[in-house]
């Protein structure tokens, strides 16, 4: 049987070095100033073609388990998340981390819960360590956002897309732990994000490649998802009150309120729904990772593990640190937790 809580060992993240800035595609892009204004964000990491999403996530891995002092050959499991595309499709790229790595004890399996997935996988991974079924796991998630099947600067009215990738190792008896979770899916919502084309019910070929019909945008999805405005005023209403009542939730759960956290861990979208987010729950921007967002753009399923990555190597946290954590994905997922670093 395990010692005790699952908590969190070490954090690592693997981010592009090539930085893209707004300023640079406005024109190119035709992005609208106002719109850009709203968004907040000043650049995005562009991956090249060798940090595929896979090859990121082994990094992000290896740097998690430096920052944790332990051995791939630690790990009993790897719980890998992405939202979009992977290498190749219908490819077991959970087992190339593994192999890559030299985790040659792990299993492994993926996640896949949109912007969701890697507080989904902190759950399945706190589960397991604390029935004893696993001892050390290495949650890693990576994103990378490729054309032709999206651009990453008009795909969304709420952020700009980045490429990266983060990794937590969580381990029986560490110092901290994770105080709580909470989660919700509303599957009304599940046609807010889908590429039309490219699946069984309507195979790709040439002429909905020329269309369009291969590639993911927001603009065009939402017409599935909602009937008119009012249908979409009434799901932003909704998707702010269930990102607050998720946090809320994990803080009744650990017996705690918003005074006792430290930092609040959110995702980097634009600022203008971020300023919505954080009213909703009731927190001031200062006690959260909204700068975060300015500086590097949405990184999809991995925001929420390389903000806390950051707000650790920046100082913002530091061991005894109490910690909230929200994230909703496609779908529509919504999750929230408390964690003392």
């Not at 395990?2 to 893209?20: H, N």
């Not at 562009?46 to 388990?65: G, T």
């Not at 490649?209 to 909704?238: C, I, P, T």
């Amino acid at each position: 049987m395990a010692d005790g809580f699952a908590g969190i060992l070490g954090t690592g993240c693997y981010l592009p070095p090539r930085k893209v800035e707004v300023e640079q595609v406005k024109e190119l892009k035709g992005l609208d100033p106002h719109v850009a204004g709203r968004m907040g964000t000043r650049a995005v990491h562009v991956a090249d073609f060798d940090d595929q999403p896979s090859i990121m996530a082994v990094k992000a891995a290896r740097a998690a388990l430096e920052d944790a002092r332990m051995s791939p050959t630690d790990v009993d499991l790897i719980i890998y998340s992405s939202g979009f595309l992977p290498d190749h499709l219908f490819w077991a790229d959970y087992a190339f981390i593994q192999h890559e790595l030299g985790a040659d004890f792990a299993t492994a399996f993926k996640i896949d819960q949109g912007c969701n997935g890697a507080l989904m996988s902190l759950e399945v991974a706190r589960s397991f360590i604390e029935r004893g079924v696993f001892k050390t796991v290495l949650i890693v998630s990576s994103e990378r956002w490729e054309e032709p099947h999206i651009d990453r600067w008009t795909a969304s009215p709420f952020c700009y897309y980045s490429d990266g990738a983060g990794a937590l190792v969580l381990g029986d008896g560490a110092p901290g732990r994770i105080m709580a979770t909470s989660f919700f899916t509303a599957g009304t919502y599940h046609r807010t994000s889908f590429i039309m084309a490219g699946g069984t019910r309507q195979p790709l070929d040439p002429l909905l490649l020329e269309l369009g019909w291969g590639r993911f945008d927001g603009q065009v999805a939402s017409r599935f998802a909602w009937n008119d405005f009012a249908d979409k005023r009434a799901f932003r209403k909704y998707f702010l009150q269930q990102t607050a009542e998720r946090l809320r939730h994990s803080l009744e759960i650990a017996g705690l309120t918003l005074e006792d956290l430290d930092l609040v861990v959110g995702q980097n979208v634009s600022n203008m729904l971020l300023r919505l987010v954080w009213h909703k729950i009731g927190i001031e921007e200062c006690r959260t990772t909204m700068h975060m967002a300015e500086d590097v753009g949405h990184f999809g399923s991995s925001d929420v593990i390389i903000n806390l990555h950051k707000a650790r190597t920046d100082g913002l946290v530091q061991d005894g640190s109490i910690v909230g954590l929200v994230s909703a994905g496609t779908g529509y997922s919504w999750g929230g937790a408390v964690v003392q670093l």
